[in-house]
Nanobody, 120 residues
């Protein structure tokens, strides 16, 4: 059974940083692409960043240059380093195990989410 557990959210002032982690179990982690998504109040969940098994990274335009996705296959963990945070980054952040190895397409496997709140 695939399980994803996010951590690292919190309250931070604009311009600050947070680092999110997502530990994955029940899967061959190194063969899976991984992604981070977020959902702001009253809005649909949106894709934020993804990383393939080969380490190819992609970002939504609004976070390019501020967020960094990475992975540690020995720890079955994917990270999201968020710098220069803005109030519009506020939301619940979810990690997702992708369907494929060489490109990212979200699957039905989601974590429970971690709240990120950026105050102005």
């Amino acid at each position: 059974q695939v399980q994803l557990v996010e951590s690292g959210g919190g309250l931070v002032q604009a311009g600050g940083s947070l680092s999110l982690s997502c530990v994955v179990s029940g899967t061959i982690f190194s063969t899976k692409s991984m992604g981070w998504h977020r959902q702001a109040p009253g809005k649909e969940r949106e894709w934020v960043a993804s990383i393939t098994s080969a380490g190819t990274r992609r970002y939504v335009d609004s976070v390019k240059g501020r967020f960094t996705i990475s992975r540690d296959n020995d720890k079955n963990t994917v990270y999201l380093q968020m710098d220069s945070l803005k109030p519009e980054d506020t939301g619940v952040y979810y990690c997702n195990q992708g369907q494929d190895t060489w490109w990212y397409k979200p699957s039905g496997y989601w974590g429970q989410g971690t709240q990120v709140t950026v105050s102005s």
